[in-house]
């Protein structure tokens, strides 16, 4: 069964960092795309990062260019996104999927920005 | 980027009932469309890709259809569990664009 688990969201100050981890299993990680996609409490859908299988590519939306950083590991199976300077519009429940056609989800973390 | 417009905004129907949501890129981008069920407190579900492809496990009662700029969502005989949120998503050329939103609501 494939599984996707986000951790390492909470609580931080506008200018803070954080940085989110989703631990993925049941699938082939290295032969995967992931992304990022966010939701504002009460909003639509917004897609934040991706990561080609090999971390050759990465690509970002402008809202978070050169303030987030997204990377894997492949011997850990496990995506990351480093978030830095960090504003009270990034908060958000953050999730991880596969594929460019978002085929699984995980479960979210919630990312408060907020002093 | 790549503007993604759902319409309606909200909808409301009665259990039985057959609807379509409507999806249009501001500018073509093939087939490479994907439709989403969120319902509250969940993470999205992938119900269609590629426009018309129907994702593993999803109700035939869904199908999609549509090519270039405009596509569409139909959910025949609306069942309960069907009365939720729906997203377009084009995966034609980064960043990758969302719709809005089209809350299915009980009439």
């Known amino acids: 069964e494939v599984q996707l688990l986000e951790s390492g969201g909470g609580l931080v100050q506008p200018g803070g960092s954080l ?3 989703c631990a993925a299993s049941g699938f082939t990680f ?7 996609v966010r939701q504002a409490p009460g909003k639509g859908l917004e897609w934040v990062s991706i990561i080609t299988g090999s971390a050759n ?3 970002y939306a402008d809202s978070v260019k050169g303030r987030f950083t997204i990377s894997r590991d492949n011997s850990k199976n496990t995506l990351y996104l480093q978030m830095n300077s960090l504003r009270a519009e990034d908060t958000a429940i953050y999730y ?4 460019t056609s978002f085929d699984q989800w995980g479960q979210g973390a919630l990312v ?3 002093s | 980027d790549i503007q993604m417009t759902q319409s309606p905004s909200t909808l409301s129907a009665s259990v039985g009932d057959r609807v379509t949501i409507t999806c249009r890129a501001s500018q073509s981008i093939s087939k490479w469309l994907a439709w989403y069920q969120q319902k509250p407190g969940k993470a999205p579900n992938l119900l269609i890709y590629d426009a018309s492809s129907l994702e593993s496990g999803v109700p035939s009662s869904f199908s999609g259809s549509g090519s270039g700029t405009e596509f569409t969502l139909t959910i025949s005989n609306l069942q309960p569990d069907d009365f939720a949120t729906y997203y377009c998503q084009q995966y034609n050329s980064y960043p990758v664009t969302f719709g809005q939103g089209t ?5």
């Open chain 1, 96 to 99: 991880c999927t596969r594929r």
């Open chain 2, 103 to 107: 809350k299915l609501e009980i009439k």
């Open chain 1, 19 to 21: 940085r989110l981890s």
């Open chain 1, 30 to 36: 290295s032969n995967y795309v992931l992304s990022w």
């Open chain 1, 57 to 59: 590519n990465t690509y």
């Open chain 1, 112 to 114: 408060t920005v907020s």
